[in-house]
């Protein structure tokens, strides 16, 4: 397992889809896809089965490069109010945890369309009937990430979520995470540029929460 620099997002880690080396001394990390890792990010955090926390709010809006102000001004909230939520001292109310999701989802060029179109205002505000801090668990396989969500402290039994998309692989949705290395060598995880099919992107929501009813 490899732990995923993703701040301000404390829980990411990955199976595999990485290969740690050393360049002058220091250690590196490659991903396969790395454009792809980032993308399946963003949805597995929009689509997360539980209320929004302070760091995804922070992650989401920073993956939009949008300042407090900004977000706080489509919240209908103050600068302060959203502050306290992603500082985590408050929990932020489900019409805006709703509206945040729905905000990063027209917004972001990360989301794949199938989930772009599938993101009602219903079905994002069901996501946020529960409150849990969660896990994401990444894997690579035929050449895409999926990700899945395990309970804090500790990785559970999961239901399987599919939802179709598709996600462009090295071009494309670029975040600063892209001055990282995109591939590896043929013979290890190597992509090449090129569009995927739509395919099967694996989001699992854990069957339990030790979670408590919010709304």
């Known amino acids: 397992m490899h732990q995923f620099n993703a701040d301000p997002l404390p829980m990411v880690w990955l199976r595999n889809g990485f290969l740690k ?82 905000y990063f989802v027209e917004k972001s060029r990360s989301i794949g369309p199938k989930v772009r179109r599938s993101s009602s205002i219903e079905k994002l505000s069901s996501l946020s009937r529960a409150t849990a801090s969660l896990i994401y668990e990444g894997s690579f396989s035929a050449g895409r990430w999926s990700f899945s969500y395990g309970v804090v402290p500790a990785f559970q039994t999961c239901e399987q979520i599919v939802v179709q998309t598709a996600v462009p692989r090295n071009g494309g949705g670029a975040t600063a995470l892209t001055t990282m290395a995109t591939s590896i060598s043929d013979d290890k995880l190597s992509t090449r540029p090129q569009w995927s099919a739509p395919s099967p992107v694996i989001l699992t929501a854990p069957t339990t929460f030790a979670a408590v009813t919010h709304g």
């Open 21 to 102: 080396s050393e360049q002058v001394g220091r250690p590196l990390v490659r991903y396969a896809h790395l454009v792809g890792l980032v993308s399946a990010l963003h949805e597995a955090v929009v689509l997360k089965p539980a209320l929004l926390s302070g760091a995804e709010i922070t992650y989401l809006r920073r993956a939009l490069d949008g300042r407090q102000a900004d977000l706080a001004n489509v919240l209908g909230c103050s600068e302060q109010t959203l502050s306290l939520w992603e500082r985590g001292s408050h929990l932020i109310t489900r019409a805006a945890d709703t509206l945040v999701r729905k």
